[in-house]
T-cell receptor
Framework: DVKVTQSSRYLVKRTGEKVFLECVQD?????MFWYRQDPGLGLRLIYF???????EKGDIPEGYSVSREKKERFSLILESASTNQTSMYLC??????????????FGPGTRLTVL | GNSVTQMEGPVTLSEEAFLTINCTYT??????LFWYVQYPGEGLQLLLK?????DKGSNKGFEATYRKETTSFHLEKGSVQVSDSAVYFC?????????????FGKGTHLIIQP
């Protein structure tokens, strides 16, 4: 059974803290993604990666960075958390070699609150 | 660029009612289209998909047909259940040879009352 796991379901941090959100997939997928989900805005792509050590900016990369040192793990980093980064963060993975339509598999999400 | 527009809701229906959630898209070329569902407290799950014009995706009693002439992918179910209460997202993927993420609509919150 395919699986994407995220390190925390709920996280509370203070303004200015450095925050790490971890995502691990066990499907040997090449592609991994970070989205944030906000009411009334749907899902927006922050960053994605199509290979180890590769990263590409999505639609809203400002204030975030990512790291992909191993194929199965993709980390989202908030260098200095701010209150407007309070959101639900969703990780996803896909394999273009496994399907022609790039189906994405999602983790359960991390609800981050920045105080 | 790519965009997806769907009715935002909340949509409230009684059990066994007929459901339609509208979705239209803007994209160049021939995107793949998806409906994802998010149950309370969970991540997104793929509900159904269609990869070319006139394809019909179906799963768990839900259906959607890829209509290129109207750029639409409306979700339908003949008889909804309380367990269908969730947020539904329409999405598209436009193949450009890379690993771009999906483009999502804003989501439709569906509430089914017994």
């Amino acid at each position: 059974d395919v699986k994407v796991t995220q390190s925390s379901r709920y996280l509370v941090k203070r303004t200015g803290e450095k925050v790490f959100l971890e995502c691990v997939q066990d499907m040997d997928h090449e592609n991994m993604f970070w989205y944030r989900q906000d009411p009334g805005l749907g899902l927006r792509l922050i960053y994605f990666s199509y290979d180890v050590k590769m990263k590409e900016k999505g639609d809203i990369p400002e204030g975030y960075s990512v790291s992909r040192e191993k194929k199965e793990r993709f980390s989202l980093i908030l260098e200095s958390a701010s209150t407007n980064q309070t959101s639900m963060y969703l990780c996803a993975s896909s394999s273009p070699s496994a399907s022609s339509y790039n189906e994405q598999f999602f983790g359960p999400g991390t609800r981050l609150t920045v105080l | 660029g790519n965009s997806v527009t769907q009715m935002e809701g909340p949509v409230t229906l009684s059990e066994e009612a007929f459901l339609t959630i509208n979705c239209t898209y803007t994209a160049t070329g021939y995107p793949s289209l998806f409906w994802y569902v998010q149950y309370p407290g969970e991540g997104l799950q793929l509900l159904l998909k269609a990869t070319k014009a006139d394809d019909k995706g179906s799963n768990k009693g839900f259906e959607a047909t890829y209509r290129k002439e109207t750029t639409s992918f409306h979700l339908e179910k003949g008889s909804v259940q309380v367990s269908d209460s969730a947020v539904y997202f329409c999405a598209l993927y436009n193949s450009g040879g890379g690993a771009d993420g999906l483009t999502f609509g804003k989501g439709t919150h569906l509430i089914i009352q017994p």
